[in-house]
T-cell receptor, first 113, second 114 residues
Framework: GQNIDQPTEMTATEGAIVQINCTYQ??????LFWYQQHAGEAPTFLSY????GLEEKGRFSSFLSRSKGYSYLLLKELQMKDSASYLC??????????????FGRGTSLIVHP | ETGVTQTPRHLVMGMTNKKSLKCEQH?????MYWYKQSAKKPLELMFV???????ENNSVPSRFSPECPNSSHLFLHLHTLQPEDSALYLC?????????????FGQGTRLTVV
């Protein structure tokens, strides 16, 4: 089984930088995803990390340390539209050679002016 | 629009009713998933189909019955549900159930059991 932990809620100011952490304990680790979900909408893919290090994609970056079971999502130059829930999901070895993402509870980010 | 369409968007049903949720994807993916999203809880995986074969059943009660007639369509048949089954049911698809394949989610069906 696995345990995925991320903060329930964070607040930040428009234009600032915010870091959302995710820690996990799992067997058969095969990568970590971050998704964004606006209220009433579908989750949308942000990033995937399978090797240690930082992956940068525009204003969003994601970091992974496999030895520490730790990841973070970094959001720069925050905009009001970044207010959403951010879901950390760990891909683990399931059965028959398949890899299934299992999600954390999500972090609700509130960006205020 | 993610390429994954779910119908209906909202559903209210009594505990004795039978209803079905539908999911359709036009992305050419081979894997499809049902997730349950309840307030204050993580997304819970329910079922996984890969190339039309069910590969995962995450200890879901038998009142939920999935069906995957082809790689593009996935159904969730519901009968004799309980009020605690009220939740957002999300369908997703991915190229396959392999490493690093991102999932594309539908908008979900908001289910209320009365």
């Amino acid at each position: 089984g696995q345990n995925i932990d991320q903060p329930t809620e964070m607040t930040a100011t428009e234009g600032a930088i915010v870091q959302i952490n995710c820690t996990y304990q799992t067997s058969g680790f095969n990568g970590l995803f971050w998704y964004q979900q606006h209220a009433g909408e579908a989750p949308t893919f942000l990033s995937y990390n399978v090797l240690d290090g930082l992956e940068e994609k525009g204003r969003f970056s994601s970091f992974l340390s496999r030895s520490k079971g730790y990841s973070y999502l970094l959001l720069k130059e925050l905009q009001m539209k970044d207010s959403a829930s951010y879901l950390c999901a760990v891909s683990q070895d399931a059965s028959g050679g398949s890899y299934i993402p299992t999600f954390g509870r999500g972090t609700s980010l509130i960006v205020h002016p | 629009e993610t390429g994954v369409t779910q119908t209906p968007r909202h559903l209210v049903m009594g505990m004795t009713n039978k209803k079905s949720l539908k999911c359709e994807q036009h992305l050419g993916h081979n894997a499809m998933y049902w997730y349950k999203q309840s307030a204050k809880k993580p997304l819970e995986l329910m079922f996984v189909y890969n190339f039309k074969e069910q590969t995962e059943n995450n200890s879901v009660p038998s009142r939920f019955s999935p069906e995957c007639p082809n790689s593009s369509h996935l159904f969730l048949h519901l009968h004799t549900l309980q009020p605690e089954d009220s939740a957002l049911y999300l369908c997703a698809s991915s190229q396959e159930t392999g490493t690093g394949t991102e999932a594309f989610f539908g908008q979900g069906t908001r289910l209320t059991v009365v």
